[in-house]
């Protein structure tokens, strides 16, 4: 093989590895793939441990959650960007995939007392010191056996709320994985 062959090959890769980061890169920017899964499909790390999702519908992201440990409460920051206003209503943590069946006994300042999110802006929707709380249950609506540090939940977050600009009610719904932590 003479050398023009050989530089030809070394760039087509070096241009196919460059395309590969900034595909990634993408996908991360814009929520579509997290960091640990990019390290779980590349085989650097244990996904049992390390593998954590908040992916909400279109609109809304996890800004920061955790999963405590013994109490299954759920601290959830979230943020919102769908050009409207909105007051969340309800917000249930299940393992229940069925929306005509959840149960909203584990949550604790809503429906009476709604949260109101601004377009563009985030806020805790759950938090172990506030006034709005919920605990991730069983599809049944039961705390699940097993909830010490370490081990995995993996489940749905689902929020009613309404554009106060339009009236209209909606329900976004996130898959939900993560470790319980102390």
Same mark, same amino acid.
């Given at each position: 093989?003479?050398?023009?062959?050989?530089?030809?090959?070394?760039?087509?890769?070096?241009?196919?590895?460059?395309?590969?980061?900034?595909?990634?890169?993408?996908?991360?920017?814009?929520?579509?793939?997290?960091?640990?899964?990019?390290?779980?499909?590349?085989?650097?790390?244990?996904? &049992? /441990?390390? %593998?954590?999702? @908040? *992916?909400?519908?279109? #609109?809304?992201?996890?800004?920061?959650?955790?999963?405590?440990?013994?109490?299954?409460?759920?601290?959830?920051?979230?943020?919102?960007?769908?050009?409207?206003?909105?007051?969340?209503?309800?917000?249930?943590?299940?393992?229940?995939?069925?929306?005509?069946?959840?149960?909203?006994?584990?949550?604790?300042?809503?429906?009476?007392?709604?949260?109101?999110?601004?377009?563009?802006?985030?806020?805790?929707?759950?938090?172990?010191? &506030? /006034?709005? %709380?919920?605990? @991730? *249950?069983?599809?049944? #609506?039961?705390?699940?056996?097993?909830?010490?540090?370490?081990?995995?939940?993996?489940?749905?977050?689902?929020?009613?709320?309404?554009?106060?600009?339009?009236?209209?009610?909606?329900?976004?719904?996130?898959?939900?994985?993560?470790?319980?932590?102390?």
């Amino acid at each position: 093989m003479d050398k023009k062959w050989i530089f030809l090959i070394a760039v087509a890769l070096l241009v196919f590895v460059f395309l590969c980061i900034v595909t990634l890169v993408v996908l991360v920017f814009f929520g579509i793939i997290s960091i640990p899964a990019i390290f779980y499909l590349l085989g650097v790390s244990n996904a &049992s /441990s390390s %593998l954590r999702q @908040c *992916t909400f519908s279109p #609109g809304f992201t996890c800004v920061t959650y955790k999963l405590h440990a013994g109490t299954g409460e759920l601290d959830l920051d979230l943020g919102q960007g769908t050009g409207h206003k909105i007051q969340i209503t309800n917000l249930a943590c299940t393992q229940s995939t069925n929306t005509n069946s959840i149960s909203y006994e584990n949550t604790e300042g809503y429906p009476s007392s709604p949260v109101t999110l601004v377009s563009g802006n985030h806020t805790y929707l759950s938090r172990s010191d &506030s /006034s709005h %709380l919920v605990r @991730c *249950t069983d599809a049944d #609506g039961n705390l699940p056996s097993g909830m010490t540090a370490g081990s995995t939940y993996t489940g749905r977050i689902y929020m009613n709320y309404t554009e106060v600009d339009t009236g209209i009610h909606r329900m976004a719904t996130a898959a939900f994985t993560e470790t319980y932590r102390e």
